[in-house]
T-cell receptor, first 112, second 116 residues
Framework: AQKITQTQPGMFVQEKEAVTLDCTYD???????LFWYKQPSSGEMIFLIY??????QNATEGRYSLNFQKARKSANLVISASQLGDSAMYFC?????????FGKGTKLSVIP | EAQVTQNPRYLITVTGKKLTVTCSQN?????MSWYRQDPGLGLRQIYY???????DKGDVPEGYKVSRKEKRNFPLILESPSPNQTSLYFC???????????????FGDGTRLSIL
C-alpha cells in the first residue's frame, strides 16, 4: 500500500518570497512517480510538476521545483517568488496500483 | 487544446433519481479514472479504465457504475443516488497505465453533486 503524508495543513508566505511545501511518501514499489497538484478555490485540479523515482535530477517547471530526496522518501515542492495567485490547496500524489494516491493537502496563503 | 471535459459542472438532484456525469478527453488517452473528493477524506478513486471495454473498481465503487464504449468517453452513472454521494467528482486521464512512472494525469474541472 502507498501512503502520502503532508504535515502542514496551512502555510503563509509573503509575496515574492519562496516557500517549501513538505511531502513524504511510503511505498514498496521500486519504481514510482510523484506529482504535485494545485487546487484553487474554484475547485479544479491543476497539474504542476512530476518526478520519476529514477530521475537523476530534481524536476523543475518555471517557478516550481521538486526537492526529491529518495533515501528520505521526501518530495517537497518549492515555489519561488510567490504570487497572490499561488494561494490555493496543494496536493502531493503518488502513482501506483492504477491510481493516484493523494495526501491531505496544504493550504497556502500568500500575503501581500 | 488538450483537455478533459466534465458535464455538468454543478447538479442538485434528489435521492433515487438516476443521473450520469459525462467525461470526455481529446488526447487519445488509454487510461481514464473517476475520483471523489470529500472534506477530511481527500480524493479517493471510484473506478478506472485501462482502455475501451476494460474497467475496474477503485477504492469506493459502491453505488456507481461506469462504461467505456469509446476511447474518449468515460461516463459515471449513479443509478439511485443517495445523500452520501454528495461530493466533488473529478474525471482524470493519462496516456497509458502501462508506464508506472510517467503518468501526468489530466483532470477535468470537477462536478459538484448535491443529492437531497
Amino acid at each position: 500500500a502507498q501512503k502520502i503524508t503532508q504535515t502542514q495543513p496551512g502555510m503563509f508566505v509573503q509575496e515574492k518570497e519562496a516557500v517549501t511545501l513538505d511531502c513524504t511518501y511510503d511505498t514498496s514499489d521500486p519504481s514510482y512517480g510523484l506529482f504535485w497538484y494545485k487546487q484553487p478555490s474554484s475547485g479544479e485540479m491543476i497539474f504542476l510538476i512530476y518526478q520519476g523515482s529514477y530521475d537523476q535530477q530534481n524536476a523543475t517547471e518555471g517557478r516550481y521545483s521538486l526537492n526529491f530526496q529518495k533515501a528520505r522518501k521526501s518530495a517537497n515542492l518549492v515555489i519561488s517568488a510567490s504570487q497572490l495567485g499561488d494561494s490555493a490547496m496543494y496536493f502531493c500524489a503518488m502513482w501506483g496500483s492504477y491510481q493516484l494516491t493523494f495526501g491531505k493537502g496544504t493550504k497556502l496563503s500568500v500575503i501581500p | 487544446e488538450a483537455q478533459v471535459t466534465q458535464n455538468p459542472r454543478y447538479l442538485i438532484t434528489v435521492t433515487g433519481k438516476k443521473l450520469t456525469v459525462t467525461c470526455s478527453q481529446n488526447m487519445n488517452h488509454e487510461y481514464m479514472s473517476w475520483y471523489r473528493q470529500d472534506p477530511g477524506l481527500g480524493l479517493r478513486q471510484i473506478y478506472y479504465s485501462m482502455n475501451v471495454e476494460v474497467t475496474d473498481k477503485g477504492d469506493v465503487p459502491e453505488g456507481y457504475k461506469v462504461s467505456r464504449k469509446e476511447k474518449r468517453n468515460f461516463p459515471l452513472i449513479l443509478e439511485s443516488p443517495s445523500p452520501n454521494q454528495t461530493s466533488l467528482y473529478f474525471c482524470a486521464s493519462s496516456l497509458s497505465a502501462r508506464d508506472r512512472d510517467n503518468q501526468p494525469q489530466h483532470f477535468g474541472d470537477g462536478t459538484r453533486l448535491s443529492i437531497l
